[in-house]
């Protein structure tokens, strides 16, 4: 099946710090990446979601300028929390899906981000 | 709006016995849903999916009904095994999760 993978798995940064995460679909094109956060004991809240070489989409509530998210090939999307606070500490997870399998989505395994 | 949600936050059942996982939807244009799994600290697992001009789909030991009279959806899981603990999640495409039943089965 498809694969995606997530770098790195576990993050500790100090507040005020940027933090990247990448999101890499192993073996497809994924036309399409979204991602979610995650709070303990809480469902995934989808944050934005990305078509390679445009600009994300974002939902409602969630600051595009401090959620960078840059989508520039087909098996790489990047998040960027910027001037990381401790209430941005969550669980982020990416999922990618392809053009021939629009409705199918493939969930990488989650980023843990802790701020100091 | 769109909204997908879980009746029941947690489950527990005695392992070998069937479980049943409800959710509820709001949204009649929803099309298509998915169930996931979630083990502690992973990513979500793709389950089984549904359509909606289907009633009822069946994988190994999971089953899928979707009752679109009420807007409701269950997951079976039959002989319920203690690998089966987790957290459950509906979600649409576009993905809207519902908030989550965690299983768990006692040996």
């Known amino acids: 099946g498809a694969v995606v993978s997530q770098h790195p798995s576990r993050v500790i940064c100090k507040s005020g710090t940027s933090v990247k995460i990448e999101c890499r679909s192993l073996?497809?094109?994924?036309?399409?990446m979204f991602w979610y956060r995650q709070f303990p004991k809480q469902s995934l809240m989808l944050m934005a979601t990305?078509?390679?070489?445009?600009?994300?989409?974002?939902e409602q509530g969630v600051e595009k300028d401090k959620f960078l998210i840059n989508h520039a090939s087909l098996t790489l999307s990047t998040l960027t929390v910027t001037s990381a606070h401790p209430e941005d500490s969550s669980f982020y997870i990416c999922?990618?899906?392809?053009?021939?399998?629009?409705?199918?989505?493939?969930f990488g395994p989650g980023t843990r981000l802790t701020v100091l | 709006g769109e909204s997908v949600g879980l009746h029941l936050p947690t489950l527990s059942v005695q392992e070998g016995d069937n479980s049943i996982i409800n959710c509820a939807y709001s949204?009649?244009?929803?099309?298509?849903f998915i169930w996931y799994k979630q083990e502690s600290g992973k990513g979500p697992q793709f389950i089984i999916d549904?359509?909606?001009?289907?009633d009822k789909r069946q994988g190994q030991r999971v089953t899928v009904l979707l009752n679109k009279t009420v807007k409701h959806l269950s997951l079976q899981i039959a002989a319920t095994q203690p690998g089966d603990s987790a957290v459950y999640f509906c979600?649409?495409?576009?993905?809207?999760f519902g908030r989550g039943t965690s299983l768990i089965v006692h040996p």
């Open positions: 999922s990618a899906s392809a053009e021939s399998s629009y409705n199918e989505q493939f």
């Open positions: 073996d497809f094109q994924a036309t399409t």
């Open positions: 990305s078509n390679e070489g445009s600009k994300a989409t974002y």
């Open positions: 949204n009649s244009a929803s099309d298509y």
């Open positions: 549904i359509r909606s001009n289907m």
């Open positions: 979600a649409r495409y576009i993905p809207t």
